[in-house]
């Protein structure tokens, strides 16, 4: 058997967090059985993690190349980790699997998460195999979990992701061996050289997509959503909806459905989306040698909060996840919305890190295997910053009172609200008549003026050739300050409009 990973991201840790890998020089019992217990115990809802035997660690990285450790121990370290394991309790045994790399034989301890949390272990495995502590992971070190840490441990053991339990309408016929081979090639997992001998059964078994009893084995949730040609049939609901509205009147308005796998919707919706919504504007500012490069959503940004909405969503609610393109905004809409433990503060300051509970975890870890998220706790960081890098506005979250439901806003760039050749990302009401201008052409020479120079209302309407403030030019103002395009400073006569650099 292999694992379903690469071994070389293994190693270094390129693809599965530093939390989830622990590297040992050699075998050590003590050390090694505490750590099994932890990652048993899932404190984080990670999916559990890996001790790689034969590498070296300074400062939570891996000594490379590694020393590896002596082919001919193999099987009698094998026979030690099997007999210490008695010393978890209830009985835990992680899969064990003889690696080659970089010429050297490594031994991979594959601990998944227990189906029987709270897991515990002997304090002294070598002489008081009675006394027995709690272990748990934090960070990227193993501890004994006691007061709020033990408490927490028991409220995560009662609750199993949903994507990790079993489907009891799905059967093993259900599942694509090929999808599965697919997916094994994509993430150049050393499994897939030996997979094309191994029934449909034995692979799904190999990457623990099975649960029940040996003698009725049935495929867990994530199977289904994604290795399965039938995933609509068990979740009908299970689509991404694209829906692209290029003026506020709703003409020309275009609706597009993904269906299949879910890491299939989301590339093909990703496609769709990077094809024919996103663009890019490039202009040369006056005095300046170097072009000015701006997408109106850069890509980055877009990828990794539908990913997220694919990786965070409930599939047990009947409603798809919606993408919504207005020449305003782009929104991305999933159900439900952030858990409780996440407060409203953090919401507002998108310090938005979640605390020990992962919906699905399972598709987290199959996501960024195949490099469509980040790792956790790093996606919403990263998607301001690349928002920031394009010029564009910070993404909005918007949360409904009871969290039912979950919108993510990304202003469109300032400089698409142009009129004329990127029509499709403009923002406009119509054809320009008789002079005048259209609420479109109107915001953006608004927003051209104070680029250069901050304004009252009065002087800036002036710079635009009108004679006073009309109640028209006043809603411009108040729309662009709501989109947090503009801010307002002062108060009275002193009052300035200028660019918000939030």
């Not at 499994?191 to 692979?203: D, F, K, V």
């Not at 409904?400 to 990304?410: E, F, N, P, S, Y």
Request: hydrophobic share 35%; glycine share 6%; aromatic share 8%.
């Amino acid at each position: 058997m292999a694992l379903p990973v690469d071994v070389a991201s293994l190693v270094s840790g390129r693809k599965v967090e530093s939390s989830r890998i622990e590297y040992k020089a050699s075998w050590n019992p003590e050390s090694c059985i505490h750590s099994l217990c932890a990652f048993a115990n899932d404190l984080e809802n990670q999916d559990g993690g890996y001790i790689i035997l034969g590498v070296e660690e300074k400062d939570g990285r891996p000594v490379l190349p590694p020393k590896g450790i002596d082919p001919d121990s193999v099987d009698s370290i094998q026979k030690e980790i099997l007999r210490y394991c008695h010393f978890i309790e209830p009985f835990y045994v992680p899969r064990i699997e003889v690696c080659e790399y970089e010429g050297r034989t490594l031994l991979v301890l594959w601990a998944m998460a227990g189906s029987s949390r709270p897991y515990c272990a002997s304090r002294n495995v070598y002489s008081n195999q009675h006394d027995k502590a709690y272990y748990v992971r934090i960070g990227s070190g193993t501890i004994i979990a006691e007061s709020e840490l033990l408490k927490r441990l028991y409220d995560n053991s009662s609750t199993l992701p949903f994507d990790d339990r079993v489907n009891p309408h799905a059967d093993i016929s259900d599942l694509s061996s090929s999808l599965i081979l697919e997916h094994l090639k994509a993430v150049e997992s050393d499994l897939y050289e030996i997979a094309s001998g191994m029934s449909t059964q034995e692979l799904a078994e190999s990457m623990n997509l099975l649960g029940g009893p040996s003698e009725m084995r049935m495929p867990k949730n994530v199977a289904i959503l994604m290795f399965s040609r039938k995933t609509q049939l068990f979740f009908p609901d299970a689509v991404i909806e694209v829906v692209n509205k290029p003026d506020p009147a709703g003409e020309n308005m275009v609706e597009r459905t993904f269906r299949g796998t879910i890491q299939d919707q989301l590339q093909d919706a990703l496609e769709y989306i990077r094809g024919s919504i996103l663009c890019e504007k490039i202009t040369k500012p006056e005095g300046s040698l170097t072009s000015k490069r701006v997408w109106n959503y850069p890509y980055r940004a877009v990828r990794e909060i539908l990913a997220n909405a694919v990786y965070h969503r409930d599939y047990r609610i009947h409603a798809p996840i919606t993408v919504t393109c207005t020449p305003q905004y782009m929104e991305i809409c999933s159900f439900p919305g952030f858990d409780w433990s996440i407060t409203d503060d953090m919401i507002r300051d998108l310090n938005i890190t979640a605390r020990g509970y992962y919906r699905n975890r399972r598709i987290g870890n199959f996501l960024k295997e195949l490099e469509l998220t980040e790792g956790r706790n790093t996606g919403i960081p990263m998607t301001v910053r690349s928002l920031l890098e394009n010029g564009s506005q910070k993404p909005v979250f918007i949360n409904d009172a009871q969290r039912r439901c979950l919108t993510v806003r990304i202003p469109v760039h300032r400089d698409f609200f142009t009129y004329g050749d990127i029509r499709p990302q403009a923002w406009y009401a119509g054809e320009s008549k008789s002079g005048y201008r259209t609420r479109g052409e109107l915001l953006s020479e608004i927003l051209k003026v104070l680029e250069h120079e901050s304004c009252s209302a009065r002087t800036l309407s002036a710079r635009l050739g009108y004679s006073g403030v009309s109640a028209t030019f006043n809603n411009a103002l108040a729309e662009l300050e709501r989109q947090g395009l503009i801010r307002k400073t002062g108060v009275g006569k002193a009052t300035l409009y200028s660019i918000s650099n939030s």
